[in-house]
């Protein structure tokens, strides 16, 4: 006798379908936002998704992995002169330029990781030190011999002769890039591969234990992460319109840890608030420095007449407070928000 047995059908909860809805009608604002903005705040919500897209991997390296680094601004400067190698010397466009850059990224990143196999904490912390400043002198050198002083000069972005340097355009491609990153990283997360991470942050010993290579995972985090991260530093070196070894400092890698710290380690969504977040600290601190700093009586007014400097202080400060008084980040202070309001409408249903 033949047993038929019914197919299981997903349940879908209010709540998911909120959160769905929700994710959806975000994806739309997002979309519409230079419909609606001046140039200068399509260019900060840019510079906003462009920062997701570079901390997001981060996170996942660090927040998810237990892998700590303070070489993204490395892979940024990589990502940057492998791109302008590509589309300047050998005239190819920006989909081989992505491409190649995560290539390099991958490759850099797997050697970089290395001593992630035998090293951990702050020991492992300086050996990514040390290869941040390796990696910024070898810029300096290949930037002088194939682009001048200068640096490399990248021309407006076009893709199969269509021009996507407008400000509304450049926003729909870092837009669409850092949704693909999202969209990566989210399903690596909730999957086999994810909890291997988790495992690996846990406790290592206790993952090989279970049958977990741990080598091999880190190694694999190491790869796609610097990967995503070299690839989103060519779609900067377009936004900015240069790459030069300058600008591929410490305190730009200091910029992406306050990020996730910020928004929250371990968490996709917790990047994308830490990146709104953070990249809003220089636009105050500029509109601050614009209406009280400069001279008075030819003496400088303390702070605010050096806004890049104030700009790091500010960055240490919102780091210790978040680590001491929310170590969970913005996410913890929206999942909180949300617990609230659940209860709320669960308490209203009741009565």
């Known amino acids: 006798m033949t047993t038929v047995t019914a197919a299981r059908v997903p349940v879908v909860t209010a709540w998911q379908l909120v959160r769905w809805l929700g994710l959806a009608a975000a994806a739309a604002v997002a979309i519409g936002l230079p419909d609606v903005l001046t140039p200068y705040w399509t260019?900060?919500?840019?510079?906003?998704?462009?920062?997701?897209?570079?901390?997001?991997?981060?996170?996942?390296?660090?927040?998810?992995?237990?892998?700590?680094?303070?070489?993204?601004?490395?892979?940024?400067?990589?990502?940057?002169?492998?791109?302008?190698?590509?589309?300047?010397?050998?005239?190819?466009?920006?989909?081989?330029?992505?491409?190649?850059?995560?290539?390099?990224?991958?490759?850099?990143?797997?050697?970089?990781?290395?001593?992630?196999?035998?090293?951990?904490?702050?020991?492992?912390?300086?050996?990514?030190?040390?290869?941040?400043?390796?990696?910024?002198?070898?810029?300096?050198?290949?930037?002088?011999?194939?682009?001048?002083?200068?640096?490399?000069?990248?021309?407006?972005?076009?893709?199969?002769?269509?021009?996507l340097s407008s400000d509304r355009a450049m926003y729909l491609v870092i837009l669409a890039f850092a949704g693909v990153i999202g969209l990566v990283i989210h399903n690596i997360m909730h999957s086999g591969h994810g909890r291997a991470l988790e495992a690996v942050k846990a406790r290592d010993v206790a993952a090989a234990a279970c049958g977990i290579r741990v080598r091999r995972v880190k190694l694999v985090v190491w790869s796609l992460s610097s990967a995503m991260i070299a690839a989103a530093g060519v779609l900067q070196a377009y936004l900015i319109g240069a790459a030069t070894f300058e600008y591929y400092t410490l305190d730009l890698a200091i910029a992406s840890i306050a990020i996730i710290i910020v928004g929250g380690l371990g968490s996709l969504g917790g990047s994308l608030l830490g990146a709104g977040f953070v990249t809003l600290v220089p636009v105050g601190i500029n509109r601050l420095s614009e209406q009280y700093g400069g001279q008075v009586g030819g003496q400088e007014q303390g702070l605010l007449a050096h806004p890049l400097e104030l700009q790091t202080i500010v960055y240490g400060v919102i780091i210790i407070a978040f680590v001491i008084f929310k170590p969970e980040g913005l996410i913890g202070l929206a999942r909180s928000a949300g617990r609230m309001v659940q209860r709320a409408v669960g308490g209203a249903r009741h009565a």
């Open 43 to 163: 260019l900060i919500a840019t510079n906003a998704v462009l920062a997701f897209a570079i901390a997001a991997p981060l996170n996942l390296l660090t927040g998810n992995t237990g892998q700590f680094s303070l070489g993204n601004a490395a892979f940024l400067a990589i990502g940057a002169y492998t791109g302008a190698f590509i589309t300047l010397k050998l005239d190819f466009q920006l989909p081989l330029a992505l491409l190649a850059a995560a290539a390099v990224g991958a490759l850099v990143g797997l050697l970089v990781g290395l001593p992630s196999l035998r090293l951990r904490g702050a020991y492992l912390l300086m050996s990514t030190l040390a290869a941040h400043y390796l990696v910024v002198f070898a810029a300096q050198r290949f930037q002088t011999s194939q682009f001048g002083a200068a640096g490399a000069i990248f021309p407006p972005l076009q893709v199969g002769g269509v021009d």
